[in-house]
């Protein structure tokens, strides 16, 4: 069943529902908030006062006030841009690290790299600060289906099509598109959103996560299996791209499409979230807690 919310009628403002994002971005603003809200409910006591004293260097309070900063960094740091997925070929069976994370320049990698660097408590603050930040985006990202895969088409953004009326590519339907025709979401000017309406979306996401998939998602099994857990995440993403994104994409220019499709991929979407917000709760609380 999908979550839908009530919403000002101001916020239904159609010609404001922007569905064309940048490149690669992952998920939208929101998306990257609702993973790291969900996340900060569940920090343990320790990880938490790690964290607030790491965000108090910059005057911030909540980890959704750092989610989208990798994204806004880009343009400054354009080597970054790679960081932020990995292209494992779309009918692959699997990961291969020379093939889709070369030089180490995939989400894969870079999540160990500064997971290690966050957890270094001899590490300048300044320094796990940043690293923060990556981890908290990074994890959002690979929790993406589109950026686990690529098939030729520089992970769908190049796939264009119209949803629910308007033009825009495959990929940014999935960093946002989908999400915000479920929760009736309008970005604003620059990408800006309200942070409590997607924060009430975000708690109602995390109460609907049922004990035992909250335990089996919380099970990392500890920093030295981090790596291969992330491997693990990147596959499920590669997995859902390959059997539910790209697969559904028949009718594409029917006008009953884009509910259809609405239908069969915000699930995805909704689970996808959940994960990654859980996930980065045990990956903070491994890398900061007690």
Not at 213 to 221: E, K, L, P, V
Request: aromatic fraction near 8%; proline fraction near 6%.
């Amino acid at each position: 069943m999908s979550l839908r919310l009530p919403r000002p009628a101001s916020v239904f403002c159609a010609a404001a529902f922007a569905l064309v994002a940048p490149l690669a971005q992952g998920w939208g603003p929101e998306g990257h908030a609702i993973v790291a809200d969900i996340a900060q409910q569940h920090l343990d006591p320790t990880a938490a006062a790690q964290v607030q004293a790491l965000l108090q260097l910059e005057g911030l309070s909540r980890l959704d006030d750092i989610a989208s900063w990798a994204d806004n960094t880009r343009k400054e740091r354009p080597r970054t841009g790679g960081w932020h997925y990995v292209d494992i070929p779309l009918r692959a069976d699997a990961y291969l690290p020379p093939r889709d994370c070369p030089r180490d320049n995939c989400v894969i990698a870079q999540i160990s790299h500064f997971s290690q660097v966050l957890a270094d408590r001899s590490a300048a603050p300044a320094a796990r600060l940043e690293a923060l930040k990556w981890v908290v985006h990074f994890v959002g990202d690979v929790h993406q289906p589109l950026h686990a895969e690529d098939d030729d088409d520089k992970g769908g953004n190049t796939v264009q099509l119209q949803f629910f009326g308007r033009g825009t590519n495959l990929h940014a339907v999935w960093d946002g598109g989908l999400l915000r025709h479920a929760l009736n979401l309008v970005p604003g000017p620059n990408y800006s959103f309200d942070h409590a309406l997607v924060q009430a979306d975000a708690m109602q996401l995390d109460a609907s996560i049922s004990p035992a998939d909250r335990a089996a998602w919380s099970a990392i099994g500890g920093l030295p299996q981090l790596y291969t857990q992330t491997v693990a995440w990147a596959g499920e993403s590669h997995r859902r791209a390959r059997d539910v994104a790209y697969a559904h994409l028949d009718g594409r220019s029917q006008a009953a499409w884009s509910q259809r499709y609405q239908d069969v991929a915000w699930p995805v979407v909704r689970t996808r979230l959940q994960q990654g917000g859980v996930r980065l709760a045990a990956v903070l609380n491994e890398l900061l807690g007690s």
